[in-house]
């Protein structure tokens, strides 16, 4: 099993909402992150979590909280986004090497 | 600094014919390599790495690549190319000690012509 599992596969949300992204893996890795990408481009990375705890926060906007509930668990908790934050958000996984992408969430703000 | 590069922003391939996409870097030390496809609308899918050993790699769906140390290089290679595998392709690359980070291509988007 090589699945990761994202929640909700698309999601409209206003300025004023506050909504939650949701991940979730079994294959027993110990890194997990999240990415947004821009269509057409590359991801970029936002937070990497190893062993349940945050070793990467790239400079990402107090809008966006992340969480790690347990070992298989991912969250993004959203709050007063920016229509420019409308991307599509991924979630990813690994242990040693490659990491594995859920099929994201695509997010628009209005 | 570190980069990866993806020279061509689309490769046209007629169907049956081989492909290949470009990759090259700059990066420090020996580090692990990976090409990931993308289709419309999708997550990012896996293709294959390579990390160290046998220079030529076999991946998914067909799918090789061809690591040269002294060119930097790490081209996408398909002896005989599907519709299907219209897509956009990333390579990225993790240097030794990166602490997860991923460097990325910017994508090269293929067609293939039936």
């Known amino acids: 099993d090589t699945e990761v599992t994202q929640t909700p596969k698309h999601l409209v949300m206003g300025m004023t909402n506050k909504k939650s992204l949701k991940c979730e893996q079994h294959?027993?890795?110990?890194?997990m992150y999240w990415y947004k990408q821009k269509a057409k481009k590359p991801p970029e990375l936002m937070f990497v979590y190893s062993y349940e705890k945050l070793s990467i926060n790239e400079s990402v906007p107090s809008r966006f909280s992340p969480e790690c509930p347990n070992s298989s668990l991912l969250n993004l908790h959203l709050h007063a986004l920016q229509p420019e934050d409308s991307a599509l958000y991924l979630c990813?996984?690994?242990?040693?090497?490659?990491?594995?992408f859920g099929q994201g969430t695509r997010l628009t703000v209005v | 600094a570190q980069s990866v590069a993806q020279p061509e922003d689309q490769v046209n391939v007629a169907e049956g014919n081989p492909l290949t996409v470009k990759c090259t870097y700059s990066v420090s030390g020996n580090p692990y390599l990976f090409w990931y496809v993308q289709y419309p609308n999708r997550g990012l899918q896996f293709l294959l790495k390579?990390?160290?050993?046998d220079n030529l790699v076999k991946g998914s769906y067909g799918f090789e690549a061809e690591f040269n140390k002294s060119q930097t290089s790490f081209h996408l290679k398909k002896p005989s190319a599907l519709v299907s595998d219209s897509a956009l392709y990333f390579c990225a690359v993790r240097a030794p000690i990166s602490n997860y980070q991923l460097i990325w291509g910017a994508g090269t988007k293929l067609i293939i012509k039936p």
């Open positions: 990813a996984s690994s242990r040693d090497s490659e990491a594995f």
């Open positions: 390579y990390i160290t050993g």
């Open positions: 294959m027993g890795h110990r890194a």
